[in-house]
């Protein structure tokens, strides 16, 4: 652990690996996950009682091991391999930082709302994200300074954007699996406006690709749930806020959990006027 710190910090100084390296990494690990996807699995649930599949581990390490032999010397925090404690991981100052499987609950409900993330975390804030759909073979890729795009399954790419004036309706986009009193609060105080519901970090892609207006997570999230896509949307123009309007970071605590945040492309708007009741 002491040599991967190390490592982390010297590789501040270099520059970001390709992102067409990770969309390829992203794309295997898809194609590992629709194996299994379409045969009969079982699901186990962790410590946490969240599910568990063949397909979550299969990506996990086929990810792991890519990303170690592209870039040795940065350091991997996965969602199946999060037990590094803090004290290690606060002296990375650039990091992976995988899903292998967003959206485990849409692969048991075979829905095809599930996502591979995969991003990269530099000083706190995620400078490349790819999201990558195994069902569609849609990817969205999203880097600081360079732009967001949208890779659809025939290889073709455009750039995407958010939109930057709100709606009216406002479109909201809301969870599938986890909808809850804490977002009917928000929808009644913004008034008009219109739900899309979606599961995993497609919430986020929808927002970037201008689809929809504004994403309130007014519930528990993990940071790999959340840092590929924010990556993506950040760099197609919108924000991902704390519900005080502050920039969204990673690995700045002990725990991995996120706070409750939002994810937007009006920023002239001040949206934690509308959650009076959930500043969580």
Not at 23 to 44: C, H, K
Not at 70 to 80: A, M, Q, V, Y
Not at 152 to 178: C, F, K, N
């Amino acid at each position: 652990m002491i040599r991967a710190s190390g490592a982390a910090r010297r590789s501040v100084l270099s520059p970001l690996p390709p992102i067409e390296a990770i969309v390829n990494i992203a794309r295997d690990a898809g194609r590992a996950i629709l194996e299994i996807y379409e045969q009969d699995f079982e699901v186990t649930e962790k410590a946490d009682q969240s599910p568990l599949t063949a397909a979550d581990m299969a990506a996990h390490n086929l990810i792991r091991d890519a990303l170690a032999q592209l870039t040795p010397d940065i350091p991997l925090l996965s969602e199946e391999s999060a037990s590094i404690p803090y004290e290690t991981r606060q002296q990375w100052s650039r990091y992976w930082l995988v899903d292998p499987l967003d959206g485990t609950k849409e692969f048991v409900k075979r829905n095809g709302e599930f996502t591979v993330n995969i991003a990269l975390i530099d000083q706190g804030r995620p400078v490349l994200g790819v999201v990558h759909v195994p069902v569609t073979g849609v990817t969205y890729t999203g880097q600081a300074g360079v732009g967001a795009h949208r890779i659809d399954s025939d290889g073709s790419s455009r750039p995407i954007e958010v939109t930057p004036a709100r709606q009216t309706p406002l479109r909201v986009v809301g969870s599938r699996s986890h909808a809850g009193e804490s977002l009917q609060r928000f929808l009644d105080e913004v008034g008009e406006h219109e739900i899309v519901s979606m599961g995993s970090s497609l919430k986020l892609c929808l927002v970037a690709e201008g689809k929809a207006d504004i994403y309130p997570r007014l519930g528990p999230t993990s940071e790999w749930d959340t840092a590929a896509a924010q990556a993506v949307v950040e760099a197609a123009g919108g924000q991902v806020t704390t519900t005080d309007m502050k920039p969204l970071r990673y690995n700045t605590k002990d725990s991995l959990l996120n706070p409750h945040f939002l994810v937007f492309g009006d920023s002239s708007v001040n949206w934690s006027d509308y959650l009076r009741e959930d500043a969580g």
